[in-house]
């Protein structure tokens, strides 16, 4: 994630997400109005900055550009039956007991598993 503040437009900042919401809004429905611009869709994130250069100040505009990642047939295991122990990943599926899992990428609700699960293995929440 890049940020480029107005008072600094020639500067591109580092910044790594540190909270994202599970859903999005659309500006309606956050302000309470019915504009037709309104209906875009919305989903707030929050960032950290890696370094704060003096220059920025409170309320402050800038430009975000945000780079996410897209995967085709990605296999996916819900967070809330993901257990962590020895810096290893572990599911307890239905029928097969505790599995070991190489997880990928990690989103607020989903991990992506890469092995030692398979396509419609049952996990246990």
């Given amino acids: 994630m890049t940020v480029t503040a107005a008072i600094?437009?020639?500067?591109?900042?580092?910044?790594?997400?540190?909270?994202?919401?599970?859903?999005?809004?659309?500006?309606?429905?956050?302000?309470?109005?019915?504009?037709?611009?309104g209906n875009l869709k919305e989903i707030e994130v929050i960032a950290e900055?890696?370094?704060?250069?003096?220059?920025l100040r409170p309320g402050g505009t800038a430009?975000?550009?945000v780079e996410?990642?897209?995967?085709?047939?990605?296999?996916?295991?819900?967070?809330?039956g993901l257990k962590e122990k020895d810096d290893k990943y572990w599911v307890t599926a239905v029928g097969k007991g505790e599995l070991e899992v190489k997880i990928g990428k990690i989103s607020t609700t989903f991990a992506e598993a890469l092995s030692g699960v398979q396509e419609g293995d049952l996990i246990v929440q």
């Fill in 68 to 80: 996410s990642t897209l995967k085709k047939d990605a296999l996916l295991v819900p967070l809330a």
């Fill in 63 to 65: 430009t975000v550009r």
């Fill in 49 to 55: 900055l890696a370094e704060a250069p003096k220059e």
């Fill in 8 to 37: 600094l437009p020639d500067r591109e900042l580092k910044a790594v997400v540190k909270t994202k919401a599970t859903f999005s809004t659309t500006r309606n429905e956050r302000t309470g109005t019915s504009s037709p611009e």
